[in-house]
């Protein structure tokens, strides 16, 4: 009696222990699948063949990895968005993909990347928002042509005569500071000193075709 007992306990000892197990190892798989690797995946060919790379973090000058202007196809995990743009530290000409593309070539973009960033968390309009007192930052705004800062986007830098972005859709982020006056076709003008999300809010008709500095950030810290 007392060796079934001794057994029974051996028993119960064992299959506790084996559940235990178990269940910590689901909670490892469920974690790992939680926080498992995310991030762009770069190839140096395209339909994602060749040489490849991923970045989790921004990567404001592809040069220092090897990789300016050496991209050709691009994976984008599933809820991520990514920002790339054809020179260093996010500059000239920007687009914003949400998606895998199997050939850069059709949108125009075969080896032309030189920076990317992560565009969908919140650290990005952190980022955009501090950029606002920096003076490192060069005044400029960036125009999309989607409302909520996504779709393709051209950046306008200092006085600029000949913008020809719709004044009726898209969006504009303020970078550096200050104040810029945005006209339309027919004379109209708006003041922006923060990020406008829905450029039609701003009453102008046709498209803009001005844009021009009123303020400077060392103004506006002296006044």
């Not at 032309?112 to 400029?140: C, G, H, M, T």
Request: aromatic share 8%; charged share 20%; with cysteine.
């Amino acid at each position: 009696m007392t060796i079934q007992t001794d057994r029974s306990i051996s028993y119960f000892g064992l299959w506790a222990v084996l559940i235990a197990l178990t269940a910590f190892g689901g909670s490892i798989s469920a974690q790992s699948r939680q926080g498992g690797s995310r991030g762009v995946t770069v190839y140096a060919d395209p339909n994602f063949s060749g040489q490849n790379v991923s970045f989790r973090n921004d990567m404001p000058n592809l040069g220092s990895a090897g990789w300016n202007d050496k991209i050709s196809s691009i994976r984008i995990p599933s809820g991520e968005t990514w920002e790339m743009c054809q020179d260093v530290d996010y500059r000239n000409h920007c687009q914003v993909l949400s998606g895998d593309v199997a050939d850069l070539r059709g949108m125009g973009w075969n080896d032309r990347i030189s920076s990317l960033r992560s565009v969908n968390s919140s650290r990005y309009r952190e980022r955009q928002s501090e950029a606002v007192f920096q003076d490192n930052v060069e005044q400029s705004l960036l125009f999309y042509d989607r409302g909520g800062f996504t779709g393709a986007s051209t950046i306008v830098t200092g006085r600029s005569s000949n913008v020809g972005w719709s004044a009726r859709q898209g969006s504009v982020q303020l970078r550096g500071g200050g104040s810029w006056e945005l006209c339309d076709s027919s004379g109209r003008c708006a003041t922006i000193t923060q990020d406008v999300a829905e450029v039609s809010r701003l009453g102008l008709n046709g498209r803009i075709t001005s844009a021009r500095i009123v303020e400077t950030s060392q103004y506006r810290r002296d006044r």
